[in-house]
């Protein structure tokens, strides 16, 4: 039903709106309805009806110096006044560059060639797109498959979808419409890692590259590795001559208590993704970084061999001076100490789980801790018990996580894991 005319009574917006809005990843029939949030501060939602809430999530671990840090909004708001975008085909403009060069040069070896768009997914399929192209302008077809890994998580569009775990990725579901990809184990152990080297070595001349979330497998389920699988992972796309992706759109900026998690390897990709805490939860922009030898491959007095890509929001003026306000807070404020301590209080504050029936693990990594059970067998009842105690947290599969924004102080950690160790508790002795 369309209806005209202007609204001036904005109260009703929730009602209304919800009539009309489709939600991510919900069935809206059964789904708890989302709660209006109508403000946000520090660590803290507050919604319309007043209750504040400490957020355990950073919106979708964006927020990482927490909301409304006045360093962002300033600079924002700086630059919305001077000029809030301008295309970045033919034209160029300073945030852009500064952050391309703050980026190229934190990110470890010669990561120096910084490709913007505006969503984590579209980062990922950018990052496919050159690595196949990076054959086809040395003039060797045929390779246009990338191996990915069961577990993972690059995002929700065609492309990204078809390198997700099979499940996740909804490969049977879309049979037909998604490419299909050579989907693998993680070599975390002697037997597979034999298996991997040997699918590998099957497979390998119909590949352009390896793709793998390094550290902490997210949306997936948390899924921890060792740093040791992508030393494994390097030495294999070496020996095959294969480029290496790390998606570090969720573990890059701090996430696993270093800048980047390919740090903690030593391990230098050939192209990295980044987006989520770019500009620290305020905007959407995302990153592809090549090194120089991709780079190479597309430097070229053939018109035919540049990198045919140019979302029309690319570098946003707004987004990137976020982005660089964003890394002024790393540099002037104590974030990986901040990271190092949030993982100690996560630790301690969650290990009353481990004793409760029907959980399997809890683990942490850096500003990350997970508390895995069984089942989640009353999901609603769960979401709401956690919310009745004053926390945003959402679980998801069988997993209940936290990943607080670095800047949460340790009250505040204490109340939301208390708030966590309380609702599993009682959701396992309601449905056991
Ligand atoms: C969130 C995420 C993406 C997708 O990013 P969007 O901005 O949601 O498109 C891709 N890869 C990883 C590892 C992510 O965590």
């Not at 040395?138 to 577990?151: H, I, N, S």
């Amino acid at each position: 039903m369309g209806t005209h005319g202007s609204f001036p009574d904005r109260n009703d917006w929730f009602e209304r709106g919800g009539q009309h809005v489709w939600l991510p990843y919900t069935q809206m029939k059964t789904a708890l309805p989302p709660l209006p949030v109508v403000a946000t501060e520090g660590v803290r939602l507050t919604l319309a009806d007043g209750r504040r809430l400490v957020d355990g999530v950073a919106s979708w671990w964006t927020a990482c110096h927490g909301y409304n840090h006045p360093h962002i909004r300033e600079k924002v708001a700086e630059q919305m006044a001077r000029m809030p975008h301008v295309m970045f085909g033919g034209l160029a403009h300073e945030p852009a560059y500064t952050l391309a060069s703050r980026l190229a040069a934190m990110l470890p070896g010669d990561l120096n060639r910084v490709f913007f768009c505006d969503s984590g997914s579209v980062s990922v399929e950018i990052a496919m797109k050159m690595a196949t192209q990076y054959w086809l302008n040395r003039g060797v077809p045929g390779r246009t498959k990338l191996a990915a890994f069961r577990g993972g998580y690059h995002g929700d569009t065609i492309a990204t979808m078809a390198v997700c775990d099979p499940e996740e990725g909804m490969h049977s579901l879309f049979a037909g419409l998604l490419p299909e990809h050579l989907i693998l184990d993680l070599p975390v152990d002697e037997e597979s890692t034999a298996r991997f080297e040997r699918d590998l070595a099957a497979h390998a001349h119909t590949l352009s590259a390896i793709l793998v979330e390094p550290l902490v497998q997210g949306a997936g389920g948390m899924l921890f590795h060792d740093a040791r699988v992508l030393r494994t992972l390097r030495a294999a796309a070496d020996r095959h001559g294969l480029l290496l992706i790390f998606d570090e759109i969720f573990t890059g900026f701090g996430r696993t208590g270093t800048m980047f998690a390919c740090e903690a390897a030593g391990v230098v990709p050939d192209i990295i993704t980044l987006s989520k805490a770019l500009t620290g939860g305020t905007m959407a922009l995302a990153a592809t970084v090549a090194s120089d030898r991709v780079f190479q491959a597309f430097w070229s007095d053939n018109a035919q061999a540049a990198l045919m890509h140019g979302p029309t929001y690319m570098a946003n003026p707004l987004a990137c001076a976020a982005a660089n306000a964003s890394l002024d807070l790393f540099e002037s404020e104590p974030r990986l100490a901040q990271v190092a301590a949030l993982s100690r209080g996560l630790a301690v504050g969650l290990e009353p789980c481990r004793d409760l029936p029907g959980v399997m693990d809890v683990r942490t990594l850096g500003a990350i801790g997970v508390v895995e059970l069984e089942r989640i067998a009353d999901m609603n009842g769960l979401k709401r018990r956690l919310i009745d105690r004053g926390v945003w947290v959402r679980p998801f599969g069988r997993i209940v996580y936290l990943t607080p924004s670095y800047t949460m102080d340790a009250d505040d950690l204490a109340f939301l894991t208390h708030a966590v160790v309380d609702a599993v508790t009682e959701h396992q002795r309601a449905t056991a």
